[in-house]
């Protein structure tokens, strides 16, 4: 009974380890980052040099073989700091589980040995009129002298044109409906792979979103993920695994917010005495910090369903992306009302990490899609 519910020491040193990384080496240029629009480079080079941009990749291939948990651990740790940068480990790992779930030996070793040293993996799914209706995607990949000829275009893909890789579903067989979309690895430097014009977002403004064009590039079968109609059923896998990471972002968005607000509290003095002496403002850090360790247990559950591979998966990443991220939206706006005018501001980082929140209840499935998918799963828990 000593050990029941009490973190492994291996994760809590890795906790201390990349907070420290981040406080150093991240969290000083998330404003910048934030307000300029621009790559955190400082935190990708920081991330590589440790070992953390994309800490999954099997050891067997140059990575550090993290499991599930700790692939978490990381991505809150960092989102703790900055949003943005956290999206590096989790589009990495987005980006290439269809290939670690569905790849040949030899596609593993292809690209993520390179994944491992450095380059960058994206996740191309979603459509402008294809979102949550993913089945009704128009990029098509047809066999034409013994290649397949990919055309059409993905939109809101994270980091794309950083990234050197990125998987791609696509249409092979249009009288088959979901079973008739299969997955592939394109690079970026094939011909006719395009990119549109940087996404103006309220947020995650760090993570470049653009659309991804797909001109007739021509595509050997070695770039075909599993078999051809195999790639939404990839896709569903994949997304039941790396929803949790962001919850783990969410988690790291919600933490770094309350952190700031209870500081706060302590220092602002008004009638005489610190804000933390009144009931309300007590009780508001209260309900955040329950919140918080709610969404961190039912995270950290997922995490490790996710590593086992469990029979109720598909339930407990949905809930852990809807739970977590609501908490963050809930808590990063609580954090702003807790500093009042100074939160409103861009002096103090929460009025950022509220409108970094924001898109955690949106990307990898909309929350309501989440609730969708939870009631679809009901029976693996009775």
């Known amino acids: 009974m000593d050990d029941l519910y009490i973190l492994p020491q291996e994760y809590r040193d890795l906790r201390e380890s990349v907070r420290a990384l981040a406080d150093k080496k991240i969290a000083p240029f998330a404003k910048a980052v934030d307000q300029d629009s621009r790559f955190p480079q400082e935190a990708f080079d920081a991330l590589a040099s440790a070992g953390l941009a994309a800490a999954h990749v099997p050891i067997e291939f140059g990575g550090d073989g993290a499991d599930a948990l700790a692939v978490v651990i990381i991505i809150e740790e960092v989102a703790r700091a900055c949003g943005s940068s956290s999206l590096i480990p989790a589009v990495n790992k987005l980006g290439s589980l269809p290939l670690m779930l569905a790849g040949t030996s030899e596609q593993k070793k292809r690209w993520l040995t390179q994944l491992a040293e450095g380059k960058g993996f994206s996740y191309c799914l979603s459509e402008s009129e294809s979102g949550s209706d993913s089945v009704s995607m128009k990029t098509k990949a047809l066999r034409r002298d013994g290649k397949w000829i990919l055309n059409g275009s993905k939109k809101w893909i994270s980091n794309a044109g950083f990234s050197d890789f990125y998987t791609v579903l696509a249409v092979t067989d249009p009288n088959q409906r979901s079973k008739g979309i299969s997955a592939f690895v394109v690079e970026k430097s094939d011909a006719g792979v395009s990119f549109g014009a940087h996404e103006k977002k309220m947020g995650m403004r760090g993570s470049p979103t653009r659309e991804v064009y797909f001109d007739d590039v021509e595509l050997d079968d070695d770039r075909l993920l599993g078999e051809e109609g195999e790639g939404f059923a990839i896709a569903m896998r994949t997304l039941d695994h790396t929803r949790i990471t962001i919850a783990a972002q969410a988690l ?131």
């Open 252 to 382: 790291g968005l919600a933490q770094g917010a309350f952190e700031t607000a209870a500081r706060y509290a302590k220092e602002r003095k008004q009638f005489g005495k610190p804000i933390f002496d009144f009931q309300a403002i007590q009780f508001m850090l209260a309900d955040m910090a329950m919140q918080i360790e709610a969404a961190r247990q039912i995270t950290y559950a997922a995490a490790a369903r996710s590593e086992r591979g469990d029979h109720d998966l598909t339930f407990f990443s949905a809930a852990s992306k809807c739970f977590a991220t609501d908490v963050a939206m809930q808590v990063t706006t609580d954090a702003v009302q807790v500093l009042g005018g100074y939160g409103y501001v861009n002096d103090h980082p929460v009025e950022r990490m509220m409108r970094d929140a924001k898109l955690t209840q949106i990307y990898e499935g909309t929350n309501q899609i989440q609730r969708l998918v939870m009631s679809r799963h009901l029976d693996k828990l009775m």
